[in-house]
């Protein structure tokens, strides 16, 4: 959909994004939602995918999702046999209702910040008890359960639009 009222985009946040935050901003993360339908209030744009978040880094403790990982790169991943609750994760990208094209660009932050009644990597976070860490460019990051961020349909705890950002999931081996 072409957006009109666009007048610049930010390709490359700050350290701190969010810090020079102004009307009319919105993340920006695959676009799978953000550029399909009318955004009136749209003016800039602002790359998350700049920021070169790890997509998917399975340590010693359990899987951690940049929350730009794309639903994709998710699927993709393989994880360790002894993950008993591992193909939840594949599991949930086939319960995302889209082509091939949409999964390439949707992104695991977006999904769950869209806060749809389907989303699908809201109930795997869930499902897994795993813990948001969320950004906002006045304080130092804080932790978040999974469990607490969606409280309606379309609304989570971060202001709509909002300054804070989602950077990752993560939980201890599934
Ligand atoms: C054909 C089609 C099918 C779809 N099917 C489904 C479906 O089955 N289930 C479903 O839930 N959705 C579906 N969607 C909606 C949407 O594509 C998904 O919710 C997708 O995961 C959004 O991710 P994105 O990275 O593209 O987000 P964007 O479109 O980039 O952003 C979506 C919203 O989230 C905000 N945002 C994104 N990332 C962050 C972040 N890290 N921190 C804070 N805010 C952020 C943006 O500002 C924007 O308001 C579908 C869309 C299409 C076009």
């Not at 919105?26 to 790890?54: H, K, N, V, Y």
């Amino acid at each position: 959909m072409d957006l009109n009222t666009i007048t610049e985009v930010v390709r490359q946040p700050g350290e701190r994004p969010g810090a020079d935050w102004r009307e009319g901003d919105a993340w920006l993360a695959g676009g799978t939602w953000l550029f399909s339908t009318e955004q009136p209030d749209l003016r800039r744009p602002i790359e998350l995918t700049a920021l070169g978040w790890d997509s998917l880094v399975p340590d010693g403790t359990g899987p951690e999702n940049g929350a730009t990982c794309t639903v994709r790169e998710l699927y993709a991943f393989a994880p360790p046999d002894e993950w008993t609750a591992g193909g939840l994760l594949a599991a949930s990208c086939e319960a995302f209702l889209s082509s091939f094209k949409v999964w390439s660009a949707a992104t695991v932050g977006g999904n769950i910040c869209m806060s749809l009644p389907a989303g699908p990597m809201i109930t795997m976070a869930v499902a897994l008890e795993a813990e948001y860490e969320l950004w906002h460019p006045e304080g130092p990051p804080r932790r978040l359960d999974a469990l607490d961020f969606v409280t309606g349909d379309h609304r989570n705890v971060l202001a709509h639009p909002g300054r804070t950002c989602a950077a990752s999931a993560s939980r201890s081996a599934p």
